[in-house]
C-alpha cells in the first residue's frame, strides 16, 4: 500500500504566473483535503473533495482552485501567484470525508513565488 | 472564533522528562480534537485524538487531557525521548475542516 505522494517537491514560480500541484491519495482513499502552511504556521485549510466533488472550502480567495478524478487523485490550482502564496502545500486523504476520518498527509510541494 | 491557540511556541526538555504542549479554543462546536506530530521535511502525522465528552486519552507515553468547561487540552508526552523531537500541532475539527494551532518546535536534550 502505497502512502500520499505529492509531485513536484519543489516549485519556483513568478508573481502572475499559474500553477498546478498534484496529489495521489492513498489507496482506498475517496477524500482529498488541500493545505497551505507558511514557514512557521500551522496549515491552513483550503477545500476538501469528496467522491469528485467540492465538499468544502476555507478562507481562499477563488483562483485557488481544484480538481479531483475519478480514480480520487486531485489537483490544486493557483492563479495569478503572489508572493505571500509562497508555502508547503499539503494534501491528505482519508477514507471519508467525517471529522474523525484520519487525514493521511504528503510530504507537500514547497512553492516559491519570486 | 476559528482560531485554536497553542503554547509554548518551543520547548525543550531532558530526556525522561515530561513534555507539556497546551492549546485553547474557543467555538463550542468544534467537535474532535487531533495532534499531528511534524518531522521536518515529512507531512504531519496524526498521533492522537479526543472527543469533548472525554477527558483524558492514553496511547503509551502520549495523553491528551480535555477541559471541555475551560475550553483547553493538552498533550502530555512522558519519558520524553530525542526521537520525539518534532513540531507538535493542536487541531480542532468543524464540519469537514481542521483548524490548526501555530505549532510547538519541541527538542529533547539527550
Known amino acids: 500500500e502505497t502512502g500520499v505522494t505529492q509531485s513536484p517537491t519543489h516549485l519556483i514560480k513568478t508573481r502572475g504566473q499559474q500553477v498546478t500541484l498534484r496529489c495521489s491519495s492513498q489507496s482506498g482513499h475517496n477524500t482529498v483535503s488541500w493545505y497551505q502552511q507558511a514557514l512557521g504556521q500551522g496549515p491552513q485549510f483550503i477545500f476538501q473533495?469528496?467522491?469528485?466533488?467540492?465538499?468544502g472550502r476555507g478562507n481562499f480567495p477563488p483562483r485557488f482552485s481544484g480538481l479531483q478524478f475519478p480514480n480520487y487523485s486531485s489537483e490544486l490550482n493557483v492563479n495569478a501567484l503572489e508572493l505571500d502564496d509562497s508555502a508547503l502545500y499539503l494534501c491528505a486523504s482519508s477514507l471519508g470525508a467525517t471529522p474523525t476520518d484520519t487525514q493521511y498527509f504528503g510530504p507537500g510541494t514547497r512553492l516559491t513565488v519570486l | 472564533q476559528q482560531q485554536v491557540k497553542q503554547s509554548p511556541q518551543s520547548l525543550i526538555v531532558q530526556k525522561g522528562g515530561i513534555s507539556i504542549i497546551n492549546c485553547a479554543y474557543e467555538?463550542?462546536?468544534?467537535?474532535?480534537f487531533p495532534w499531528y506530530q511534524q518531522f521536518p521535511g515529512k507531512g504531519p502525522a496524526l498521533l492522537i485524538a479526543i472527543r469533548p465528552d472525554v477527558s483524558e486519552k492514553k496511547e503509551g507515553r502520549f495523553t491528551i487531557s480535555f477541559n471541555k468547561s475551560a475550553k483547553q487540552f493538552s498533550l502530555h508526552i512522558m519519558d520524553s525521548q530525542p526521537g520525539d523531537s518534532a513540531t507538535y500541532f493542536c487541531?480542532?475539527?468543524?464540519?469537514?475542516?481542521?483548524?490548526w494551532g501555530a505549532g510547538t518546535k519541541l527538542i529533547i536534550k539527550p
Open positions: 487541531a480542532a475539527s468543524i464540519d469537514y475542516q481542521l483548524i
Open positions: 467555538n463550542t462546536a468544534f467537535d474532535y
Open positions: 473533495y469528496y467522491r469528485e466533488e467540492e465538499n
